[in-house]
């Protein structure tokens, strides 16, 4: 019978669901989960019960490949190093080329002998030098990969202004647009530093809070409309416990 358990993927502290048939898997044990680079190296956070397992739709839960042994924490350990030293190479080419971009994250892939290397940029950049001088460095395919700064910020990750882990990285699959029309229906003060996130860009909670009304607020009063703050607190206790 499969158990459901929460994993912590290592290589970017996300936090997702898995299936497993191992009945000794217990919170902090690595595991070997399948990936769109081969594989990853992940820490079990939580086993669930066997009522959560029943609830759930266990088929559309993918199941982990395996137990790591030592032998697998080694290779995660040594591609971890490697990851480094390549994104310390990478950045110190940058600096010699003076190409303007900024080096996000570099993930070598364990299925085959690839590296991609992500980045952020205001435009177009031709980075042909750069990928000759990575390809003959670390002797594989090298990929450029030009990402936003709103993801950005969630591979990295981080703390939203609400004390809460950013939405993005969370919980988040899609990143959709976000309009100011959405923090002026809901009557937000409209301050850059209060409606916008760690990207910069307006927070991804002013889309789906206008939809159920959480920050709607009744001119000239503190009071919030569809939102029961006493019943948030007690929801917050509960959790707590």
Same mark, same amino acid.
């Given at each position: 019978?499969?158990?459901?358990?929460?994993?912590? !993927?290592?290589?970017?502290?996300?936090?997702?669901?898995?299936?497993?048939?191992?009945?000794?898997?217990?919170?902090?044990?690595?595991?070997?989960?399948?990936?769109?680079?081969?594989?990853?190296?992940?820490?079990?956070?939580?086993?669930?019960?066997?009522?959560?397992?029943?609830?759930?739709?266990?088929?559309? !839960?993918?199941?982990?490949?395996?137990?790591?042994?030592?032998?697998?924490?080694?290779?995660?350990?040594?591609? $971890?190093?490697?990851?480094?030293?390549?994104?310390?190479?990478?950045? =110190? $080419?940058?600096?010699?080329?003076?190409?303007?971009?900024?080096?996000?994250?570099?993930?070598?892939?364990?299925?085959?002998?690839?590296?991609?290397?992500?980045?952020?940029?205001?435009?177009?950049? /031709?980075?042909?030098?750069?990928?000759?001088?990575?390809?003959?460095?670390?002797?594989?395919?090298?990929?450029?990969?030009? !990402?936003?700064?709103?993801?950005?910020?969630?591979?990295?990750?981080?703390?939203?202004?609400?004390?809460?882990?950013?939405?993005?990285?969370?919980?988040?699959?899609?990143?959709?647009?976000?309009?100011? =029309?959405?923090?002026?229906?809901?009557?937000?003060?409209?301050?850059?530093?209060? !409606?916008?996130?760690?990207?910069?860009?307006?927070?991804?909670?002013?889309?789906?809070?206008? /939809?159920?009304?959480?920050?709607?607020?009744?001119?000239?009063?503190?009071?919030?409309?569809?939102?029961?703050?006493?019943?948030?607190?007690?929801? /917050?206790?509960? /959790?707590?416990?």
């Amino acid at each position: 019978m499969y158990r459901v358990i929460t994993v912590e !993927i290592e290589g970017s502290k996300d936090v997702l669901h898995f299936k497993t048939k191992e009945c000794e898997i217990k919170a902090t044990d690595r595991v070997i989960i399948k990936s769109l680079t081969g594989e990853e190296l992940g820490r079990v956070v939580k086993s669930f019960g066997q009522m959560f397992n029943e609830i759930k739709n266990l088929s559309c !839960i993918p199941e982990i490949l395996r137990v790591a042994s030592i032998k697998d924490l080694e290779n995660f350990e040594r591609k $971890k190093m490697d990851e480094k030293k390549a994104y310390d190479f990478c950045l =110190q $080419k940058i600096k010699e080329r003076e190409i303007p971009i900024k080096l996000i994250r570099v993930r070598f892939f364990t299925s085959e002998r690839k590296a991609i290397f992500y980045f952020s940029s205001e435009g177009r950049i /031709d980075f042909r030098d750069l990928v000759k001088d990575l390809a003959k460095k670390f002797k594989m395919r090298i990929e450029m990969r030009q !990402i936003g700064i709103r993801d950005e910020a969630k591979m990295i990750g981080g703390i939203g202004i609400c004390g809460r882990q950013l939405c993005c990285k969370i919980f988040l699959n899609n990143i959709e647009p976000i309009t100011l =029309q959405m923090a002026k229906k809901q009557n937000l003060n409209m301050n850059p530093l209060k !409606i916008s996130g760690q990207c910069g860009r307006l927070m991804c909670c002013l889309s789906y809070e206008e /939809d159920c009304g959480g920050r709607i607020f009744i001119e000239d009063q503190d009071e919030l409309v569809g939102y029961n703050e006493e019943e948030d607190m007690e929801e /917050d206790a509960i /959790d707590l416990n």
